[in-house]
C-alpha cells in the first residue's frame, strides 16, 4: 500500500490530478481502516479495532471539514 502511495503521489505531482494534501490525508484514513480491519479480524480480545475506528473517524472527519473550507 505504502508503495502505491508513493507511486500516486510522483503521478499526481507531475500530472496534477489532485492536492497533494487530498491524496496524504486519504492515505492515512485507508492505512488506519486496513489496521483497523486487521485488528478486529485477527486481535478482537485486545479491542484495539475500536481507538482504530475512532482515529480513522477523526481523520475522515478532519478531511472533510478542511477540503469543504469550513475549518
Not at 503521478?11 to 497533494?20: G, N, S, T, Y
Not at 494534501?21 to 484495539?48: N, P, R
Not at 482504530?52 to 469543504?68: D, E, I, K, P, R
Request: aromatic share 18%.
Amino acid at each position: 500500500m505504502t508503495i502505491a502511495f508513493v507511486l500516486f503521489l510522483v503521478l499526481d505531482m507531475i500530472f496534477m490530478f489532485v492536492e497533494p494534501y487530498i491524496v496524504s490525508c486519504l492515505f492515512l484514513v485507508a492505512a488506519i481502516l486496513l489496521k483497523g480491519i486487521d485488528e478486529w479480524k485477527y486481535k478482537q480480545e485486545t479491542k484495539e479495532y475500536i481507538t482504530s475506528f475512532v482515529q480513522m473517524g477523526f481523520f475522515l472527519t478532519a478531511f472533510v471539514l478542511l477540503t469543504s473550507g469550513i475549518v
